[in-house]
C-alpha cells in the first residue's frame, strides 16, 4: 500500500510539473512571437540581398536628413545611389510588385523633382519622406515609421466628421486626409495587402465627389474610414502588431495554472484521506480473522 501511495504521488509530481512546463513556455512564446517572425523574414531573404536592402535604408536615411539640412546636391547624390542599389535587389520574397513598383516610382519621382529646374520644396519634402518610409517598411515589417502617421489621418478624419455635421468644406477635408495619407501610401504598400490601399482611396474618392450636404449616410462612412485605420494601424486585431504592452501574459499564466495546481493539490488530500481511511478497516479485518 506504502508503494502505490508512492507511486500515486510520483504521478502527481510529474503532472504538476508538466503543467508548470506548458504556462511557462506559453508565457514566454507569446511576447516574442514578433521578434520570431522577424527572425524568419530574415531567413527566408537571402543574407546579401538582406545587407542591400540594409544599405537601401541607411542610404534613404542620409538622404533625407541632407535634404532637411538644405544640403540637396548630397542628397541628388544619395538619390542617384538609391537608385542603383534598388536595381541590384531581387525583389521576388521580399515584398509584391506593388509594393517594388511604389518604391520605384517614389525614387523616381524624388529624383526628377531634384534635378527639377526649379525647386518645389514641399512636393520634395513629401517624395522624400516617402522613399524613406518605403525603405524603412522593407526592413521593419511590424514597426514601420509609417505608423507615427496615425495621429496626424486620425485628427485630419475627425475635422472631416465635423464638416460633413456641419454640411460645409466636407470635399476640402477629404483632399487634406488624401494629402496626408499619400506621404505613407508607397510604404502602405509594402506592409499591408494591396486591398486595404484600394479600400482607403475609394472612401477618400467617394468624399471628394460630395456636396456640402448633411447627410447621416456621410457620417456613416466616416465611421467606416475610421474603421478602416483601426485596421491600418492593427487597432482591431493583432495581425500587424505586436502584443499590446498592457496585456501580461505570464501573470495570467502563471495564475491559471496555480488555479489548476490547486484543485489538483485538492483532489490529492481528499484521495490520501480516503486511502488513509481505508487502511485501518482493511488491517482491523485481516486481525479480527
Not at 490601399?197 to 474618392?205: D, P, W
Amino acid at each position: 500500500m506504502l508503494s502505490k501511495r508512492y507511486r500515486w504521488i510520483a504521478g502527481f509530481l510529474v503532472i504538476v510539473c508538466a503543467i508548470l512546463a506548458g504556462c511557462n513556455g506559453d508565457a514566454g512564446g507569446l511576447p516574442d512571437e514578433t521578434h520570431r517572425d522577424d527572425l524568419d523574414e530574415e531567413r527566408r531573404v537571402p543574407p546579401q540581398q538582406q545587407q542591400r536592402l540594409q544599405l537601401l535604408d541607411e542610404t534613404a536615411d542620409r538622404m533625407y536628413a541632407e535634404l532637411m539640412k538644405g544640403e540637396l546636391l548630397a542628397a541628388r547624390e544619395r538619390m542617384r545611389e538609391l537608385g542603383e542599389l534598388a536595381g541590384r535587389i531581387e525583389w521576388a520574397g521580399i515584398t509584391s510588385v506593388e509594393g517594388m513598383e511604389a518604391l520605384m516610382t517614389a525614387i523616381v519621382q524624388a529624383k526628377e523633382l531634384m534635378n527639377a529646374v526649379q525647386a518645389e520644396p514641399a512636393r520634395l519634402q513629401i517624395a522624400a519622406a516617402q522613399v524613406r518610409l518605403t525603405t524603412d517598411a522593407l526592413l521593419h515589417r511590424h514597426q514601420p515609421l509609417w505608423l507615427e502617421y496615425e495621429k496626424t489621418l486620425r485628427t485630419d478624419t475627425e475635422k472631416l466628421r465635423e464638416a460633413v455635421e456641419e454640411g460645409r468644406n466636407v470635399i476640402q477635408a477629404a483632399q487634406q486626409i488624401y494629402r496626408d495619407y499619400q506621404v505613407i501610401r508607397p510604404a502602405v504598400l509594402i506592409s499591408r495587402p494591396i486591398e486595404l490601399n484600394v479600400k482607403i482611396e475609394s472612401l477618400l474618392a467617394f468624399f471628394m465627389q460630395q456636396a456640402n450636404v448633411i447627410d447621416d449616410r456621410l457620417l456613416e462612412q466616416v465611421a467606416e474610414l475610421s474603421r478602416t485605420w483601426d485596421e491600418l494601424f492593427g487597432k482591431d486585431v493583432s495581425a500587424y502588431l505586436p502584443y499590446a504592452e498592457g496585456q501580461n501574459p505570464t501573470y495570467w499564466t502563471l495564475v491559471i495554472g496555480s488555479i489548476i495546481i490547486t484543485v489538483l493539490c485538492f483532489v490529492a488530500y481528499r484521495k490520501y484521506q480516503s486511502e488513509m481511511d481505508v487502511v485501518p478497516v482493511t488491517g482491523r479485518k485481516k486481525n479480527e480473522r
